[in-house]
């Protein structure tokens, strides 16, 4: 039996979530949503495999295989009709999750998310520059942050992307292509999809298009933060999930 993959669990609440975080990261970027959130939700925060301290990631790996070890993960806990956040590599997680299991979910949220018709003209002679160097990969990260979070908080975050080196290219390289163009179509759950006014990585081109594809999603931008508003800005982050939630 496969290894599951590690989560950490904040909160009691009736509501539930799932939060998947994106490359270079860990669980470790949903802590601030999810000490804002454990009085009144359950909230369940996954390292991918290959991220934070679930097991490797193989050469090779697929965004079904997120999705089924996401799967796996819930069966265990217990977990239906919640809603799935999925933030960079890990809004692609999501958009396969919600494709190959949407009975389980109640809705879903994409956090300046992948492009729902996948990542294209993908440089990898950059990429794996930036991987084989550990300074200039902690400078990309810190780089992606428009607002940096505290000191101690921020040399974690850098410690996990450190440990995630190895399962960048891998997960680049899952994301090369997927296209969810079909299955966002006929998705029938609510859907925001969220996006930080100042992300270099994203365009909000690809954010306002996975919103028009989805039948019944709402953007929301969130001005002044990057790529993770969800640590640049939680409580502004905060108020527009829980916003959401309460709509369902």
Known sequence: MQQLIHAVRYGQGGKQLVLIHGNM???NWWRPVGESLSDSYTLLAVDLRGFGDSPDTPEQVTLAD?????????????????????????????MQFAAQYPDLLAGLVLVDSAPVGGMKDIDYNLLEMVVNNKELSMASLKG????????????????DGL????????????????????????????????????????PLAESEKTALIYPQAMLTIIPDVGHSPQVEDTATFVAALED?????
Do not use: C, W
């Open 25 to 27: 990261a860990s669980a």
């Open 66 to 94: 997120h999705a089924k070890d996401i799967y796996d993960l819930v069966q265990q806990e217990g977990l239906e009709n919640f809603v799935l956040v999925g933030h960079s590599l890990g809004g692609g997680v999501a």
């Open 144 to 159: 992606t942050l428009t607002k940096v979070p505290h000191d101690a908080f921020l040399n974690e975050l850098l410690a």
């Open 163 to 202: 440990r995630s080196l190895p399962a960048v290219i891998p997960n680049t390289r899952a994301l090369d292509g997927a296209d969810f163009k079909a299955a966002a179509a006929s998705f029938a759950k609510p859907v925001l999809v969220i996006h930080g006014s100042q992300d270099i990585l994203m």
């Open 244 to 248: 959401f939630i309460n709509k369902l």
